[in-house]
């Protein structure tokens, strides 16, 4: 599946949005069929959908108009109707993988659709292996649970198909940076609606920012009081009487709570949202119980109280910056965003993941010089030197593609030039720390050096931190992606972009239908545990308006179907004994009829050689 360029940037080549215009045969529904993707192609979903319906009413058995209807429709927003049109393609052609595949991608848009778009596009990847398309939908499907390895491996199986897939590139660099959906709390396997869930963590989420805040203001008040005035026995009446809004509001939110047996599930998926209840289940503990044991308000206990209820957001906000920068590969990354290179979705996810390297390269920079502010060696600056060689392999491994965005984000370079000057005052420090200087006061000297080298390298390291700071605050006035993790989403081509699950569907001509219905001599190829075999075809009991063909065949031929459902059945036509067709496909079992149907992938056509080239033959 090939995503053009244009697709996600850069303006319309000229007539890219024109009007493809009916076909000239009004009556063949393939024709229209053929319009309906062209307009999808020219982002026309309302009069591709026209198209499809026409295609429809002339030939209401054959499944591509109905796939593209549904993709139509997908783009109108209309969902629900996407998925009954991809239901009656599936029905139509039960054993077309690309049926399958629309049902799939259609039904993952839906509320609690992830176990049947899972089970569908197994089958499509099943009943085609060699194409892309089911194993970058397996892979999507698999990152929305965040299980990133079943993720990781769809992406590179689909990436041996087509190595230039740029959705399955993307995707794979998103599995790589561990990304997960803003709202992870909701498992899309659960039976349960996802708003429910949602409703859920809204109240979880309100219910810990309030109580926190009020508890905030308890601590901070009471303390106020106990210090400046000294009524120590009244603050602790105040701080106790204070406790009641704390219950009344948990006893609101708790009523808003509908998905109580999924709530540990939840918290263990979310891992910020357990991490903001855990801290207020502290503080809702610890509060009461330091003004009960008495009024040490001037004690360590409660200094430590005061310090959880007053910087607690900020410690989560720091750890999350610091766990979420150290997550992933962001290096392999930015080599998948660089294979689809012309791609929005790619250059944004390069930038975050840019980002992502440059906030480790902070942290690293940021250890030497707290090291030797804390020991008071400036011999610990020589750490930068790796920090300096850490950049050196950045900036080789990047690529033009990587220093081409890097170049494009001032910010990033600021801070990037930023970390440079840290690490290099850093290890300059220790340098002169470690050899000294010639003369008599050489150990002053040194000192005196290293003294100044290591306050511009804070200084730089602070540069680096606001510029990052601006950026997410620029990003957030503009409402444009920022920097974050919060700015990189799955990406799926849409727009001008014709997925495979569009593309027709095979056609048997009328030889090859005249050749099945009447030939006596039909032949059934299947993959058997010993390898492939091939058995004769008791008959054929109809060929239906799709080209599926339906077989009676010996129950070890359903049994072959069963493990491995792809078939080729070849017949030679019995009037024109020279022809022949092989029709390669996908069996299923229909046990209500007890026949095998078989939908085609492929045909393919050819004639015997006559007696003259046989004899050419012979003789050569």
């Known amino acids: 599946m090939a995503v053009v360029g244009s697709d996600d940037e850069g303006s319309d080549p000229p007539g ?55 993709l139509a429709l997908e783009r109108l927003g209309r969902d629900s109707e996407a998925v009954a049109a991809a239901q009656d393609a599936v029905r139509l052609a039960p054993g077309s993988w690309a049926a399958r595949l629309r049902l799939a991608a259609s039904l993952r848009r839906t509320p609690q659709g992830w176990r049947d778009a899972w089970i569908q596009a197994g089958h499509a990847a099943r009943f085609a292996p060699e194409r892309p398309g089911p194993h970058v939908l397996i892979g999507d499907l698999s990152l929305l649970r965040g299980d990133h390895e079943q993720a990781a491996r769809a992406y ?70 106990a210090v400046a005035t000294g009524l120590r026995q009244e603050a602790r009446l105040a701080g106790a009487a204070l406790l009641l809004p704390v219950v009344a509001l948990t006893v609101r939110q708790a009523r808003r709570v509908t998905a109580w047996p999924y709530l540990p599930a939840m918290l263990g ?94 942290s690293l920079a940021l250890l030497p010089v707290a090291a ?69 006061d050489a150990s002053g000297l040194a000192a005196d050096v290293a003294r100044a080298a290591s306050w511009p390298a804070a200084g730089a390291l602070a540069v680096a931190a606001l510029a990052f700071t601006a ?20 990406y799926e081509p849409g727009g001008r972009h014709v997925p495979e699950d569009a593309g027709p569907s095979p056609e048997l001509d009328e030889r090859v239908r005249r050749a099945f219905t009447f030939s006596r001599g039909v032949v059934l190829a299947y993959a058997d545990e010993g390898g492939p075999r091939a058995l004769a075809v008791g008959a054929i009991t109809s060929v239906a308006a799709s080209g599926e063909l339906s077989l009676i ?21 019995p009037v024109n004994r020279r022809f022949w067709a092989e029709v390669r496909g996908v069996a299923l079992g229909d046990f209500d009829d007890d026949v095998l149907r078989v939908t085609p992938k492929q045909v393919i056509v050819g004639e015997y050689p006559g007696r003259h080239q046989a004899r050419a033959a012979t003789r050569r």
């Not at 720091?318 to 998948?336: M, Q």
């Not at 990003?475 to 700015?487: D, F, I, L, M």
């Open 471 to 490: 950026r997410v605050a620029a990003a957030w006035w503009r409402g444009a992606p920022g920097a974050t993790r919060a700015s990189l989403t799955l």
């Open 269 to 362: 998926r979310d891992l910020w949202l357990s991490m903001s209840v855990s801290v207020t289940v502290m503080l809702v503990l610890a509060y009461p119980a330091a003004i009960a044991v008495g009024g040490e308000f001037d004690g360590v206990l409660w200094a430590a109280l005061l310090g959880l209820a007053l910087f607690n957001g900020v410690a989560m906000a720091v750890l999350r910056v610091l766990v979420e920068t150290w997550r992933g590969r962001p290096v392999a990354a930015l080599s998948e965003f660089a294979a689809a290179s012309g791609v929005r979705a790619a250059r944004r996810g390069a930038g975050v993941t840019l980002w992502a390297v440059t906030g480790r390269l902070w």
């Open 156 to 225: 590179r199986t689909a990436l041996r198909r087509d190595p230039g897939h740029a959705a399955a590139h993307v995707n794979l660099g998103l599995t790589l940076l561990r990304w997960e959906r803003p709202r992870n709390h909701h498992d899309p396997a659960w039976p349960i609606d996802p708003r429910e869930t949602g409703r859920t963590r809204q109240a979880l989420a309100s219910w810990s920012r309030q109580v926190r805040l009020l508890l905030a203001i308890a601590v901070g008040g009471v303390t106020l009081l």
């Open 16 to 70: 890219e949005h024109s009007f493809v215009p009916p076909p000239r045969d009004r009556t063949d529904p393939r024709a229209w069929c053929a319009v309906a993707a062209a307009r999808l192609a020219r982002d026309q979903p309302e009069a591709a959908l026209d198209a499809a319906r026409q295609a429809m009413g002339l030939d209401p058995g054959g499944d591509w108009s109905h796939r593209l209807a549904s």
């Open 372 to 440: 030797t502010a804390v020991t008071g060696d400036p011999r610990a600056g020589l750490a930068a030197l790796l920090v300096l060689a850490a950049l050196a392999y950045v900036r080789a491994r990047c690529g033009p593609y990587g220093r081409a965005v890097a170049a494009a984000d001032r910010a990033l370079m600021i801070a990037l030039a930023a970390i440079l000057l840290a690490a290099a005052f850093s290890a300059l420090a220790g340098v002169v720390a470690l050899f000294g200087a010639p003369g008599p």
């Open 553 to 573: 065949v010996a129950d070890e031929a359903w049994e072959a179907a069963d493990r491995d459902p792809r078939v080729a059945v070849f017949v030679a036509d």
